[in-house]
């Protein structure tokens, strides 16, 4: 019922005080929680439930709710996974991992109420905005939108602009929020502007939007160039992943080697521990091989079942980073 229609996100629940909501205004429907997604569905957010031909009841202030689906994007629309628990007369919750999803960062979804019925939001919710079409047509109805990648004081990317003081507004847009015009607003300091995002691992390109005028990061050197003939800044956001082999207590020398340093033999000595060896290291998001050089004798990870051809004839680990 709900693939086709496209909307314009207005905020994020987790840090609407940041990015200029009113308290009449707030983002609803979930919120992040450390590596997990919570969906919240709170019935007195809610005034009317739409049928699937759009079809208003409005009493919903007196309607018996027996169960709730999370239903979107990332589930195809489901109407039958994804059951929230009843946490009380009013709220439900479901929380379920953000490496869950997909590689997308943002996803359309509803509430879907015993199994027939779409809660429609009031209009104090921030994150609504009249559907639409796949052909532009406007529905009297509404989706929320989530985003993975999310404001956090304590995240993995922080973005710097030194200058501009005089302006009035600026915002952060990139290919981790699908180039959102409204989003991300940068926090003013007094040397310019910044803010600090959590974003899964992986490379990304960005821009900022200063008073509505599209620039590069200047205190970036890594950029591409785009479709306009302008450029993009680009940031890779790396992960600290620990890779251990067990066992081989009596080797003397273990090397790790991988597509992440060119399969070097010598640049990444293991530590030996009580159990085995190990090594720390910041890996972009996406796949990679490895495998080890114990002894100066090539090994997989015995304990690692995720193997893959390299396309030489050889069978490397493998390691996932999300």
Not at 1 to 23: A, E, N, P, T
Not at 136 to 152: C, H, M, R, S
Not at 210 to 238: A, L, M, Q, R
Request: net charge negative; aromatic share 16%; with cysteine.
């Amino acid at each position: 019922m709900r693939k086709g229609l496209i909307h314009i996100v207005l905020g994020f629940f987790f840090c609407f005080s940041f990015l200029g909501f009113s308290q009449e205004q707030t983002i609803k429907g979930y919120r992040i929680d450390g590596d997990d997604v919570v969906f919240t569905f709170d019935k007195r957010d809610y005034e009317k439930i739409t049928s699937d031909k759009h079809q208003f009841t409005d009493d919903f202030e007196d309607f018996k709710i027996h169960d709730v689906i999370v239903s979107g994007q990332f589930n195809n629309w489901t109407r039958d996974d994804w059951k929230m628990e009843r946490i009380n007369e009013n709220i439900f919750e479901l929380r379920k991992k953000i490496t869950d999803f997909t590689d997308e960062f943002s996803w359309e979804f509803k509430f879907l109420i015993n199994g027939k019925f779409w809660a429609e939001p009031n209009n104090e919710i921030a994150n609504i905005v009249p559907a639409k079409t796949e052909e532009g047509i406007e529905l009297p109805v509404f989706n929320l939108k989530l985003y993975t990648a999310y404001q956090d004081q304590n995240g993995n990317a922080c973005f710097r602009l030194k200058g501009f003081k005089d302006a009035e507004k600026v915002i952060i847009a990139g290919s981790f929020n699908k180039w959102d015009e409204d989003y991300f607003k940068m926090n003013k300091t007094e040397n310019g502007w910044e803010l600090s995002l959590q974003i899964n691992p992986g490379i990304y390109e960005y821009r900022y939007i200063v008073d509505g005028e599209w620039i590069e990061d200047p205190g970036n050197p890594n950029k591409v160039e785009n479709e306009y003939g302008e450029f993009n800044s680009v940031i890779d956001i790396t992960k600290l992943v620990t890779i251990n082999l067990k066992g081989f207590t009596e080797a003397r020398k273990v090397i790790l080697s991988g597509s992440f340093n060119d399969w070097s033999e010598n640049s990444y000595k293991m530590k030996k521990t009580d159990s085995g060896w190990t090594y720390n290291l910041w890996l972009s998001g996406g796949k990679h091989h490895y495998k080890f050089i114990i002894d100066n004798e090539w090994f997989v990870d015995p304990y690692n079942p995720i193997k893959e051809y390299d396309g030489r004839g050889n069978i490397n680990s493998v390691i996932m980073v999300k």
